[in-house]
């Protein structure tokens, strides 16, 4: 089974709106943290947020906000007043166990920010 | 910036042919991890160093071997090229985020094999 799971290829969103990016995420260890990376077509992977498996509180950072929902098992990427600079592939990633960052990548999905 | 830097950014070469792809980690940073980005396997872990010892390791092929140095810059060496290897290779450090750390990528040395 997959661990990482993002059933998204690609979406278009308007600029100026909110868009959310779908990930769900498969495993038995308590301890784990969940990752979200912007890849531009520049292709360089740019860390967005973080959310630990223990944390009570959705992380947010600027105008991303990962909205974690632990027993559905998903870890939804928000991303408010879309720009046109955010058009790019967008990766959910897993860490299993409390330490070391040895992260299992999803498949990706295509954000893509219209004028 | 994420101060990891790659080495070389783009590099093209034949099957069979072998090569070193370079990476200095943050300043300060022990830690060291290779992924590989392809068309077909996506992004996936390879290898891990700290310190210069291997910590931890993914799916990396018996071609493939990697070491950390004394002064914490590491190398992959890939060997018996083969086309399939053509990928975007990065190299990561960890760094500190709210109490927890997270991986911080180098920009990527794109292979291409022909």
């Known amino acids: ?12 969103v308007q600029e100026k709106e909110a868009v959310t990016l779908d ?13 979200w990376y912007k890849q531009p077509s ?4 740019i860390f967005l947020i ?6 009570q509180q959705n992380a947010t950072e ?10 559905r098992k998903s870890a939804n990427l928000v991303i408010s007043a879309s720009q046109l600079g955010d058009s790019a592939m967008y990766f959910c990633a897993m860490r299993e166990g409390p330490a070391g960052n040895m992260l299992t990548f999803g498949g990706g999905t295509r954000l893509m920010v219209k004028p | 910036d994420s101060g990891v830097t790659q080495t070389p950014k783009h590099l093209i070469t034949a099957t069979g042919q072998r090569v070193t792809l370079r990476c200095s980690p943050r300043s300060g940073d ?5 992924y590989q980005q392809s ?11 700290y310190n210069g010892e291997e910590r931890a390791k993914g799916n990396i092929l018996e071609r493939f071997s990697a070491q950390q140095f004394p002064d914490l810059h590491s190398e992959l060496n890939l060997s018996s090229l083969e086309l399939g290897d053509s990928a975007l290779y990065f190299c990561a450090s960890s760094v500190p985020w709210g109490g927890a750390n997270v991986l911080t990528f180098g920009a990527g040395s794109r292979l291409t094999v022909l």
Not at chain 1, 1 to 8: F, G, N, R, V, W
Not at chain 1, 62 to 71: D, E, I
Not at chain 2, 30 to 34: A, E, F, G, R, T
Not at chain 2, 39 to 48: A, E
Request: proline fraction near 3%; charge should be negative; aromatic fraction near 20%.
């Open chain 1, 1 to 12: 089974a997959q661990k990482i799971t993002q059933t998204q290829p690609g979406m278009f």
């Open chain 1, 23 to 35: 990930c769900t995420y498969d495993t038995s260890d308590p301890s784990y943290g969940l990752f």
């Open chain 1, 42 to 45: 520049s292709g360089e992977m």
């Open chain 1, 50 to 55: 973080y959310q630990g498996s223990y944390d």
């Open chain 1, 62 to 71: 600027g105008r991303y906000s990962l909205n974690f929902q632990k027993a």
């Open chain 2, 30 to 34: 022990l830690s060291v991890y290779w």
């Open chain 2, 39 to 49: 068309l077909d396997q996506g992004l996936q872990f390879l290898i891990q160093y």
